[in-house]
T-cell receptor, first 113, second 117 residues
């Protein structure tokens, strides 16, 4: 069965650079969530989209932005990267805003040097 | 606001021992969902179980079992006859019922389980 696809799997960037993370949800899933997991931490909710509109916002820095496109894939754009942005970024998708559970992608490991 | 507490930061057991991971949650909603995820060293989040707030029936899946008690706001996870492959970080998580917005997951801080031979 198709899963949530995240790309790239690994990314190394320098401070002050920009990064773009992509997420392709399970077909027919209309909701996408982004989470950030720092080293030794639990995943923290960043932002979610339902039917291409922002649905909820968590502790997402102003330097980050995200959107969901017409084909339901989502991109997380991160600018002016800082060392503290180094983390595992998960995307999850669901149907009807989580009514039937969530499927997580394998994550993108971002390292800022 | 919802909150999930996993008081056990790290547990070490010897293979074949039973181990219980505790999870206590807080929410003002009457409709909510509870989850357990496993995160092995490779980093992915592996879904284990989802339980809604109206279903207090305990569940068993192979060596895994879950005990949901609304009276104590707990959703504990037991691994019977633990194996080395069970070594991972386990997260308990909570999502609210339908609120008109995408219901995000709130995770506990996780319990690292180390199973040794």
């Amino acid at each position: 069965a198709a899963g949530v696809i995240q790309s790239p799997r690994h990314l190394i960037k320098e401070k002050r650079e920009t990064a773009t993370l992509k997420c392709y949800p399970i077909p027919r899933h209309d909701t996408v969530y982004w989470y950030q997991q720092g080293p030794g931490q639990d995943p923290q909710f960043l932002i979610s989209f339902y039917e291409k509109m922002q649905s909820d916002k968590g502790s997402i820095p102003d330097r980050f932005s995200a959107q969901q496109f017409s084909d339901y894939h989502s991109e997380l754009n991160m600018s002016s990267l800082e060392l503290g942005d180094s983390a595992l970024y998960f995307c999850a998708s669901s149907l009807r805003q989580g009514s039937y559970g969530y499927t997580f992608g394998s994550g993108t490991r971002l390292t800022v040097v | 606001a919802q909150k999930v507490t996993q008081a056990q930061t790290e547990i070490s057991v010897v293979e074949k021992e039973d181990v219980t991971l505790d999870c206590v949650y807080e929410t003002r909603d009457t409709t909510y969902y509870l989850f357990w995820y496993k995160q092995p060293p490779s980093g992915e989040l592996v879904f284990l179980i989802r339980r809604n707030s109206f279903d207090e029936q305990n569940e068993i899946s192979g060596r895994y079992s879950w005990n949901f008690q609304k009276s104590t706001s707990s959703f504990n996870f037991t691994i019977t006859a633990s194996q080395v492959v069970d070594s991972a970080v386990y997260f308990c998580a909570l999502s609210e019922g339908y609120t008109g917005t995408a219901s995000k997951l709130t995770f506990g801080t996780g319990t690292r389980l180390q199973v040794t031979l």
